[in-house]
């Protein structure tokens, strides 16, 4: 069964940090490319960060310098540490995977073939 299943939201005051986990099953995690998107309250969805199979990089610009992605193909996680957050940052962030063999970075939702159910960022002022 496809599943993602993030972990790691929470509340946390401007300028803190958190740290977001996506645990994907075997079926999804096979030479594929890897994204965390948000969703903030009547906003469309944005991509913040995604990585190649390989370990390339993208970062929306909003969030560079602040954010890192990273992955663990042996583990199957996709990991975005989030560092100096702002209030902006508050939004609903959800894991997605490219169906298995795509394994360049996109930044297009509609690219990206699975999604798990979303974990809140909240950052207080």
């Known amino acids: 069964q496809v599943q993602l299943v993030e972990s790691g939201g929470g509340l946390v005051q401007a300028g803190g940090s958190l740290r977001l986990s996506c645990a994907a099953s075997?079926?999804?995690?096979?030479?594929?490319?890897m994204g965390w998107f948000r969703q903030a309250p009547g906003k469309e969805r944005e991509v913040v960060a995604a990585?190649?199979?390989?370990?390339?990089?993208y970062y929306a610009d909003s969030v560079k310098g602040r954010f890192t992605i990273s992955r663990d193909n042996a583990k199957r996680t996709v990991d975005l540490q989030m560092n100096s957050l702002k209030p902006e940052d508050t939004a609903v962030y959800s894991c997605a995977a490219r169906a298995p063999g795509n394994t360049g970075v996109r930044v297009t939702t509609g690219l990206y073939d699975f999604w798990g159910q979303g974990t809140q960022v909240t950052v207080s002022s």
């Open positions: 075997e079926r999804t995690f096979s030479s594929n490319a």
């Open positions: 990585i190649s199979w390989s370990g390339s990089t």
